[in-house]
């Protein structure tokens, strides 16, 4: 095979159809890491349906030279296994795009400026086992076999992959080799490369991890010393907790035996967090993990904690909604709502995590947050970033000691006589507090969500009412100085451009597309947290133009932007709100955002 | 005179809460006293209980007793939820539940019946009126078919029986008073609050407002004509290292965790309140009979409680010191390698 002036080397997207259910997750991860083994910047990204086992699933895998890790939205080359989707998938690739086929579905003839390896999946995963159920999955392990001869992957990596994948299971390890080799061993005898693709080792990995943001929370919440965890099953959040169930049996059981953590699957998500809340004002770090739909149902207790001032985390790991929606679709359409979960004049804050190291960092960080100015603190991940395999450096260890915020132990209140819950000692907005069970007869305080003064007592006279309120919001400006800044990326150009959450990755890539091919230069700021900082008021000043982007169909944020700014500055903001239901890809951005500059 | 104190040489005023809002007469505020007056029987510090609550007039009256223990008046319906954040946090807190019997059977029966499958350490007490009080007087889940409200009406729905749903779902202690039956509810008090486990206590509590009237089954004057105590509960509790006497033909005697003794003198011939079935059967043979029965309906004190179950240490998890909740360096090293 030579290598003609055509060939594309390590730029390329690979998607699998398939069945839910057939097991092919196991070979689309030898496959993600394989290229990430071979020292090639690569993503993996699982389209799958609402649904156990029989409708159709997409994975699509992507190596990039030159770091991109968002959604391509073009497929290179397509390995079609599942037979209601074959015709469709085929139908949209691009000219010159590769196919390999399970060779019953026939898909040769559907169109003709493809290129098509068909393989006889059945006859060449025969020799290595006769067992019907064992050979449904090994078909699997085939086509990584395949795929890895047609995009010269090296197969000791393949190897060394499989072993990762099945590390506990040798003799399973075993068979899929084989079945991988078979699969190189057909294509090496009988397919004829022709298509452009091909893939090359790379040092560009080195150090590096590869972790879903689900299990990057989980560890940060660990390490963050988490001691109550509630939840209530929900996709895209089960995994986190999961996870974290997996890492606190091995990591934090005492030398006593005891577990130091309790974790509670409730019965709903109200119950999940009335239990993070009760956790918290009796001085617990507490978190729960949910979506859509379990945050809907939190509002009430939400606003409690708002209202009474109790520390909380709360993991919105944010799908398609209104309603149960696309329940395994990436979205960030949680943001507006949740800014203001719950009724009266409530205010939350928000975290939004962009990577998988950041949801490590706010794993802890939020604990952090949540005790400092004793109020929920939501931790706005989504499925994309969640569920789905990224790349990054090692995380590092937290250097700062747990902060416990303004706690008053049984000696703080000998020297001071005693405390008023709600008085504003400080002028920051944060008052003190105590736990229950503090030995002092002036520890105790009365926590209520009606009306109280700064004594805690209850209280609808409108001087209590609005000084309290008043007080609160002083809160909110202190966590607006205080909360993780955003990250600024260029100055001086004309075009400002914010984003936030899993959105960066395709944003980063079409920032580079817009200078490459349009000459078009952008300065980013990424929003890491709301309340804003006033670094973003900053911004919008210092660009006639802001794009916003996100993943809703209502810009939601700009919509919070716009409640934040100065009338004048407001008009700057332009909204790019995408959701189709799948990851955000750089291409669409870059194409709105230069046909709106008029490029 | 020397004033009156407890074994803690704390005094009665030591356990008083602000001054009550409810209406005078309101069975609630003489719950309240109970509760005070057992607290201070047993000599429990109030900086050690938690005492928390729903909504409703029922769900107020925390603010009215042992100002010196924390409070949490949270949501309504919601109260068994935070009162499980609250004591899986820390658990060396005695935890006081204050419901009603909207606040509980209707809004709050889902949380009601998941805290109970869990027997966790809780006192909770529901506060039985048949109506929503601070609602203004519509019925609740627990009004019997046939009663009426003020206005005339008759609930044509039967009655949720929260003991009865209480013992199936596996409370270890369930027992029903009365607000007017100082003695038997101050023993069940007492039992209740040395009891490591879900103990429910559904006291008929008239509303003198919205609920008193004649058609009413949860008036004072109903409550003095069907009350049925099976037993006569006495409370001795383990400090006061007495030996009893009794006879076991007539008197069941229940040791609690802590040593005290919960007597139980029979006025049924044969009632066993350690036996499921039996105190299933004839709660429904209660109802039969339209009495009101009432005294330890149930009591089991081997099972296994909530904390066993997490098997969390002694100590609160609240408070555990960062070196044991944060791992090592090399913790995070070993699953970064892992990753890699
Ligand atoms: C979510 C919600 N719905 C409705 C109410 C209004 N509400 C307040 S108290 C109450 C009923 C209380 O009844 P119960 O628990 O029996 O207490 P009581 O006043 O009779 O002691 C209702 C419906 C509320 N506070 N919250
Ligand atoms: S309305 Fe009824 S329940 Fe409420 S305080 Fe008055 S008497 Fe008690
Ligand atoms: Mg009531």
Request: proline share 5%.
């Amino acid at each position: 095979m030579s290598q003609s002036a055509s060939t594309v080397i390590n730029d390329m997207s690979l998607q699998v159809a398939t069945v839910n259910g057939s097991g092919s997750q196991s070979a689309n991860m030898v496959l993600l890491r394989t290229l990430f083994q071979m020292g090639i910047p690569v993503s993996g990204k699982n389209l799958f349906p609402s649904n156990i086992a029989g409708l159709p699933t997409w994975y699509t895998i992507r190596a990039s030279k030159d770091g991109w890790i968002a959604r391509k939205k073009e497929v290179d080359l397509l390995v079609a296994m599942n037979a209601e989707t074959a015709r469709e998938d085929v139908l949209s690739l691009r000219p010159g795009s590769a196919v390999v086929f399970d060779e019953p579905l026939q898909l040769g003839s559907v169109r003709s400026d493809l290129a098509f390896y068909p393989v006889p999946f059945d006859k060449v995963i025969q020799p290595v086992s006769s067992d019907a159920k064992l050979k449904k999955l090994l078909k699997n392990m085939a086509y990584v076999g395949v795929v890895a001869h047609l995009l010269g992957m090296e197969m000791g990596e393949v190897e060394a992959a499989i072993a990762k994948q099945f590390r506990k299971k040798a003799k399973a390890a075993e068979l899929n080799v084989r079945a991988a080799m078979a699969g190189f061993d057909f294509a090496k005898a009988s397919l004829e490369k022709k298509d452009p693709f091909q893939v090359r080792r790379m040092d560009a990995n080195r150090g590096k991890i590869i972790i879903e943001g689900n299990a990057a929370g989980a560890l940060g919440a660990m390490f963050g010393g988490v001691t109550v965890v509630t939840w209530y099953p929900i996709t895209p959040s089960s995994s986190l907790v999961e996870t974290l169930i997996g890492y606190m049996r091995r990591y934090r059981m005492g030398a006593d035996g005891k577990s130091t953590y309790a974790i509670v699957q409730a019965e709903d998500e109200l119950a999940a967090v009335g239990m993070v809340i009760g956790a918290g004002w009796a001085g617990a770090r507490a978190m729960t993990s949910t979506a859509g739909p379990g945050i809907s149902l939190m509002s009430e207790f939400a606003g409690l904690a708002y209202f009474a001032e109790i520390p909380a985390v709360i993991w919105d790991v944010q799908r398609v909604g209104p309603s149960t929606g696309l329940p395994t679709r990436t979205s960030q359409g949680d943001v507006l709502s949740t800014a203001f979960l719950s009724h009266g004049d409530t205010r939350q804050i928000l975290l939004f995590p962009g990577t998988v190291e950041e949801c490590f960092r706010f794993g802890a960080e939020a604990f952090d947050i949540a005790e400092r100015f004793q109020t929920p603190v939501f931790v706005m991940s989504d499925l994309d970033l969640g569920m789905n395999y990224w790349m990054s450096e090692p995380f590092s260890y937290p250097e700062k000691p747990i902060a416990r915020g303004k706690v008053l132990s049984k000696e703080d209140l000998q020297r001071l006589g005693g405390f008023e819950r709600y008085r504003d000692v400080d002028g920051d907005g944060i008052t003190y507090r105590t736990l229950p069970g503090t030995d002092h007869p002036a520890a105790s305080y009365f926590t209520r969500g009606t009306g109280h003064n700064e004594k805690a007592q209850y209280s609808e006279r409108p001087d209590d009412w609005v000084n309290n309120l008043d007080r609160l919001e002083r809160k909110m400006e202190t966590a607006r100085r205080e909360l993780p800044a955003p990250i600024l990326d260029g100055t001086g150009a004309e075009v400002g451009i914010i984003a936030y959450g899993s959105s960066h990755h395709a944003l980063v890539e079409s920032r580079d597309q817009m200078l490459r091919e349009k000459g078009l230069k952008t300065d980013y700021l990424r929003i890491l947290a709301y309340p804003f900082s006033p670094e973003v008021r900053a911004f919008v000043d210092r660009h006639p133009r802001v794009y916003v982007v996100e993943q809703n169909r209502d810009g939601q944020l700009a919509a919070l932007l716009k409640l934040d700014l100065p009338a004048e500055l407001t008009t700057r903001l332009k909204s790019v709100a995408h959701i189709p239901g799948l990851p955000l890809d750089a291409r669409s951005l870059t194409d709105e955002i230069v046909a709106r500059e008029g490029r | 005179m020397a004033e009156k104190t407890n074994r803690l040489g704390l005094t009665p005023a030591d356990y008083k809460g602000s001054k009550t809002t409810l209406c005078a007469g309101c069975g609630h505020n003489a719950i309240s006293e109970r509760i005070l007056e057992s607290m201070y029987e047993l000599g429990i510090p109030p900086e050690r209980v938690a005492k928390l609550s729903g909504i409703g007039c029922s769900s107020k009256t925390p603010a009215y007793f042992m100002s010196r223990a924390h409070s949490f008046n949270a949501v309504h319906g919601r109260m068994p939820s935070v009162a499980t954040g609250a004591l899986m946090a820390n658990r060396t807190l005695i935890g006081l539940g204050i419901s009603g019997d909207g606040d509980t059977a209707s809004i709050g029966v889902g949380q009601f019946v998941h805290l109970v499958r869990r027997n966790l350490p809780l006192v909770y007490i529901i506060e039985d009126n048949g109506v929503y009080g601070l609602t203004k007087g519509q019925f609740s889940a627990t009004a019997d078919a046939g009663s009426t409200s003020k206005s005339g009406v008759v609930n044509q729905l039967p009655a949720i029986d929260t003991c009865l749903l209480a013992i199936q779902l596996g409370a270890t202690f369930v027992g029903r008073s009365f607000s007017g039956d100082k003695k038997q509810l101050s023993a069940m008090l007492k039992a209740a609050t040395v009891h490591r486990g879900t103990a429910v206590l559904d006291v008929i509590s008239p509303c003198v407002t919205f609920n008193d009237h004649e058609g009413s089954t949860k008036s004072y004057s109903y409550m003095k004509d069907h009350e049925e105590p099976i037993h006569e509960l006495s409370f001795i509790p383990s400090y006061e290292n007495i030996a009893v006497d009794y006879d076991p033909g007539s008197t069941v005697s229940v040791k609690m965790h802590d040593g005290s003794r919960l007597q139980l003198r029979k006025l049924e011939d044969g009632y066993d309140p350690r036996n499921k079935i039996e105190a299933v059967t004839r709660i429904m043979t209660s109802h039969a009979q339209q009495e009101v029965l009432t005294g330890v309906l149930y009591v089991n004190t081997e099972l296994p409680n909530f904390y066993d179950l997490l098997a969390i240490p002694d100590e609160p998890l609240a408070t555990l010191p960062q070196e044991r909740t944060r791992p090592p360096r090399k913790v995070l090293d070993e699953v970064m390698d892992s990753l890699a």
